[in-house]
């Protein structure tokens, strides 16, 4: 079975926790690593990647951490996936000639090819938002305080 990585898993828990904080104000990667549990040295990292490629912004400082760089319904999941683990498929064969030894004998490679672009369709439209509905009230008012 396809499993995001542990790094876009972070990614996306940062990113739903600074959308339901609902502040301007900076949050670091420390306190969202408390929150959950994670790692602080490999989610510092995560929430850097996807600084560099403009997901979040970054502060420096003694209230410096991380903000939204957009609306959270402007970023998809599949951003999220590209800006912590590069350009991914989900077969490793992928789709060029050369990349297996059974590529021209192959009989599953185009029936894969088309739950490969399903996968990344709801990958492209799903969005930080959509992750955010329904949520229980109790977690948005713990983030709150």
């Known amino acids: ?5 542990k790094k876009a898993d972070y ?7 600074l959308t339901l904080a609902a502040s301007d104000d900076a949050v670091s990667a420390n306190e969202i690593s408390r929150s959950y549990n ?15 490629k403009g997901i979040l ?3 420096a400082g003694a209230n410096g951490g991380y903000t939204l760089a957009r609306a959270p319904d402007k970023i998809t999941v599949f951003d999220v996936i590209e800006a912590v683990e590069g350009k ?13 030894d059974n590529f021209d004998l192959c009989m599953i490679r185009d029936p894969l090819k088309k739950v490969n672009e ?11 938002s959509e992750l955010c509905r329904k949520e229980d009230s109790n977690e948005a008012a713990n983030l709150h305080g």
Do not use: W
Not at 1 to 5: A, P, Q
Not at 90 to 100: A, D, Q, W
């Open 57 to 59: 912004n970054s502060q």
């Open 88 to 100: 991914s498929a989900i077969v490793s064969c992928g789709f060029e000639t050369g990349k297996c």
């Open 1 to 5: 079975m396809y499993r995001l990585s």
């Open 118 to 128: 399903r996968v990344f369709d709801i990958l492209f439209s799903t969005t930080i």
């Open 38 to 52: 994670m790692p602080q040295k490999l989610l510092a990292k995560v929430m850097q990647k996807m600084a560099q």
């Open 11 to 17: 990614g996306l828990i940062a990113l739903k926790h």
